[in-house]
Structures are given as C-alpha cells and as structure tokens.
C-alpha cells in the first residue's frame, strides 16, 4: 500500500497569508495525487487533480505542485472560507490512499 | 447534475452486518465506477471499495474479508455489505463517484456500532 503523510497536521494562519501544505508519497505516484478541503459535517470537496490541475470552480487562490512522492498545496491568501482540513489522495494504485489531512485553523 | 444518497440504518449491533445504498441520480449506474468511504469521528478518510462496471470489484485490504460491494441496475443503485462490525466500524459512510478521484460524493450517513 502507498502511504501518504502530511505536514504540518495542524496551521494556524490568518486570512490574507500564504498557506502551504505538504503531502509525501511512501513511493512513487507520478502525477496521480488530488486534494480535497473538508468542512466540519461536509462530504470533502475536491480541489486539485493530477497534482497541479485545478478543478472547476475552485479559485485560482489554490494550487498544487509535484510529481513523484512530493507534492504541495498553496493557497495564495487566505480567505474566511478556506479555514478547514485539507486531504491528499493518491490514484496511483489500489489501495487508494488518503494522507491523515492538515487542518488550517485561525 | 450527479446526485447521490446514502440509506441504511444508523445503529448496527456488534458481530452484525452493516448494511448501506446509495441512489444515483442524474447518471446511469452502468456509465461509471462507484466507490464507498468512511471516516470514523474526529479522523480522516479511509477508501472501503470500488465497484466498476461489468462488476468487478476492489476492496482495501483492512476490510476485504468483511465487504462486499455490488450493484443493482434496476434501482440505480450500489450498496455496501460489511459483516463482524465491531465499534472500530462506528464512521460516516460516503458514497462517490470513484475515477481514481473522488469528485462526487454523498452527504454521508453516520452508522455507530454499538448494543
């Protein structure tokens, strides 16, 4: 099975700040890895696949980068509405994994 | 627009089988690969299993002995079997559209084990 791990777990930011978030691979997943943001008692949304593509309607505040085992989520400013947990998933291979998500706090 | 609904009781004795479905609409069954996740309270998301079409099916390994996943055509339906539960299987149980990535998803059910 592919781990993922995230870092850091816990962020504690401002609305306005630059926001990275971490995800590493426990092998290789080429490009296969999305993001999700997951509000308390919401089913998580997706914002980024194939590592760096943006999905539809998401606000171009957000981006990812990487390939391989290393891969980063940035949120350009912080906005009210991004304070939430945010997952890695990789579409590798089965088992699909999650990594244990960061939850970016005030 | 892709709709999905998860149904099935919130309350599952210990040993016994935790049963779910999951209606789609705004899609047909056939068209695509339907999976099943959870998240116990407080913790992340773990993927359970994916059905495809034609039926085959994967499962994660820490539940295959105890799931199974299949499809009903005429309901437009998929469900999730998990038999033995113990109060390790207490979650919120998603249904999603599964195409390596999860980009619809139900609103999820809490299921708790518990006599």
């Known amino acids: 099975d592919i781990q993922l791990t995230q870092s850091p777990s816990f962020l504690s930011a401002s609305v306005g700040d630059r926001v990275t978030i971490t995800c590493r691979a426990s092998q290789g997943v080429s490009r296969y890895l999305a993001w999700y943001q997951q509000k308390p008692g919401i089913a998580p949304k997706l914002l980024i696949y194939a590592a760096s593509t943006l999905q539809s309607g998401v606000p171009s505040r957000f981006s990812g980068t990487g390939s391989g085992t290393e891969f980063t989520l940035t949120i350009s400013s912080l906005q009210p509405g991004d304070f939430a947990t945010y997952y890695c998933q990789q579409l590798n291979s089965y088992p699909l994994t999650f990594g244990p998500g960061t939850t970016v706090d005030i | 627009q892709l709709q999905l609904q998860e149904s099935g009781p919130g309350l599952v004795k210990p040993s016994e089988t935790l049963s779910l479905a999951c209606t789609v609409s705004g899609a047909s069954i056939t068209d695509y690969y339907w999976g099943w996740l959870r998240q116990p309270p407080g913790r992340g998301l773990e993927w359970i299993g994916t059905?495809?079409?034609?039926?085959?099916?994967y499962y994660n390994p820490s539940v295959n002995s105890r799931v199974t996943i299949s499809v009903d055509t005429s309901k437009n339906q998929f469900s999730l079997n998990l038999n033995s539960v113990t109060a390790a299987d207490t979650a919120v149980y998603y249904c999603a559209r599964e195409a390596g990535l999860f980009e619809y998803w139900g609103q999820g059910i809490m299921v708790t084990v518990s006599s």
């Open positions: 059905i495809r079409t034609g039926g085959s099916s």
